[in-house]
């Protein structure tokens, strides 16, 4: 898949994986050997998320449904974002 920006996740929204195009349209906030990169704490820790999310709220509420099913799937499991 070279023509794709694609990224390989965890279901603890770590970025474990990203070909060449992802890396080139994240404006440098993924490297390659930055990764893994946990995107829930990108999104809600990091300053540039604003910045890099045109839609920070749909992103910011997408992240926090995503984060709350997997914390319902497996309750017991300790961080969300391990």
Same mark, same amino acid.
């Given at each position: 898949?070279?023509?794709?920006?694609?990224?390989?996740?965890?279901?603890? !929204?770590?970025?474990?994986?990203?070909? *060449?195009?992802?890396?080139?349209?994240?404006?440098?906030? $993924?490297?390659?050997? &930055?990764?893994?990169?946990?995107?829930?704490?990108?999104?809600?820790?990091?300053?540039?998320? !604003?910045?890099?999310?045109?839609?920070? *709220?749909?992103?910011?509420?997408?992240?926090?449904?995503? $984060?709350?099913?997997? &914390?319902?799937?497996?309750?017991?499991?300790?961080?969300?974002?391990?």
């Amino acid at each position: 898949m070279t023509g794709t920006p694609a990224c390989i996740c965890n279901t603890r !929204s770590k970025i474990l994986a990203a070909n *060449d195009l992802c890396l080139a349209l994240s404006s440098g906030l $993924l490297e390659q050997g &930055a990764l893994p990169l946990n995107a829930a704490r990108f999104v809600f820790l990091d300053a540039r998320a !604003s910045e890099f999310f045109v839609g920070w *709220d749909t992103a910011a509420g997408d992240t926090a449904a995503a $984060l709350r099913i997997q &914390a319902g799937k497996t309750p017991h499991d300790g961080s969300p974002t391990g």
